[in-house]
């Protein structure tokens, strides 16, 4: 189907929009029913013929944040650090045991940073956690009303700590992630994207 006269073409993610389709309002902006890339600034006047303008550029990745693996939790690092020299130096049904545990650790670690994933793009802010059952939670950077930076002694000396960011439409925290490094220079990099 090519875009016409009675169709529109989504600039950011290519998907034909029929103008006989329900429109989808957010925030009293026209938006894609897939994507939410805002199709215009303000809904189309009734019999208003011809296809919808698209008024922004398309959304794109700023900076994609993952928990760290061990400035969350320092003392499994100087666990496993400890355990392999022991390792080295133990007989041979001890090497195993202790080389199994230290593996488990690095990998039970790793597996659970990267299940989560913060990314801001030019438009929004979107957790996504899980690997095998996902969970995804965006706030439109419009909407951002607080961003929270909480750092324990232990995060404050590796450099990480959490993040928080409520919207307008709660009274809470809506998205949260736990263990980032840098965090201020993150809720730094929000503050400056809520500008824009």
């Given at each position: 189907?090519?875009?016409g006269?009675?169709?529109?073409?989504?600039?950011?993610?290519?998907?034909?929009?029929?103008?006989?389709?329900?429109?989808?309002?957010?925030?009293?902006?026209?938006?894609?029913?897939?994507?939410?890339q805002?199709?215009?600034?303000?809904?189309?006047?009734?019999?208003?013929?011809?296809?919808?303008?698209?008024?922004?550029?398309?959304?794109?990745?700023?900076?994609?944040?993952?928990?760290?693996?061990?400035?969350?939790?320092?003392?499994l690092?100087?666990?496993?650090?400890?355990?392999?020299?022991?390792?080295?130096?133990?007989?041979?049904?001890?090497?195993?045991?202790?080389?199994?545990?230290?593996g488990?650790?690095?990998?039970?670690?790793?597996?659970?940073?990267?299940?989560?994933?913060l990314t801001?793009?030019?438009h929004?802010?979107?957790?996504?956690?899980?690997?095998?059952?996902?969970?995804?939670?965006?706030?439109?950077?419009?909407?951002?009303?607080?961003?929270?930076?909480?750092?324990?002694?232990?995060?404050?000396?590796?450099?990480?700590?959490?993040?928080?960011?409520?919207?307008?439409?709660?009274?809470?925290?809506?998205?949260?992630?736990?263990?980032?490094?840098?965090?201020?220079?993150?809720?730094?990099?929000?503050?400056?994207?809520?500008?824009?």
């Amino acid at each position: 189907m090519t875009p016409g006269p009675t169709t529109e073409t989504c600039g950011n993610c290519g998907r034909t929009i029929g103008r006989l389709e329900q429109a989808h309002l957010y925030d009293g902006q026209v938006v894609c029913g897939a994507c939410y890339q805002i199709l215009m600034t303000e809904p189309a006047p009734r019999g208003t013929p011809g296809p919808r303008q698209s008024t922004n550029k398309p959304e794109e990745t700023v900076r994609t944040v993952w928990p760290s693996m061990f400035r969350q939790h320092p003392l499994l690092l100087v666990l496993v650090l400890i355990m392999l020299p022991v390792a080295f130096f133990s007989r041979p049904p001890m090497t195993e045991i202790l080389l199994g545990v230290a593996g488990g650790i690095l990998a039970i670690c790793w597996w659970t940073a990267r299940r989560t994933r913060l990314t801001i793009t030019t438009h929004r802010v979107v957790l996504r956690y899980g690997r095998v059952a996902r969970h995804e939670s965006e706030i439109w950077h419009r909407d951002v009303r607080n961003v929270v930076v909480n750092q324990s002694i232990f995060q404050r000396l590796m450099g990480a700590g959490d993040l928080g960011i409520s919207s307008a439409g709660q009274s809470n925290i809506e998205i949260t992630i736990r263990g980032i490094p840098n965090p201020r220079a993150v809720r730094d990099l929000l503050n400056s994207m809520r500008e824009l």
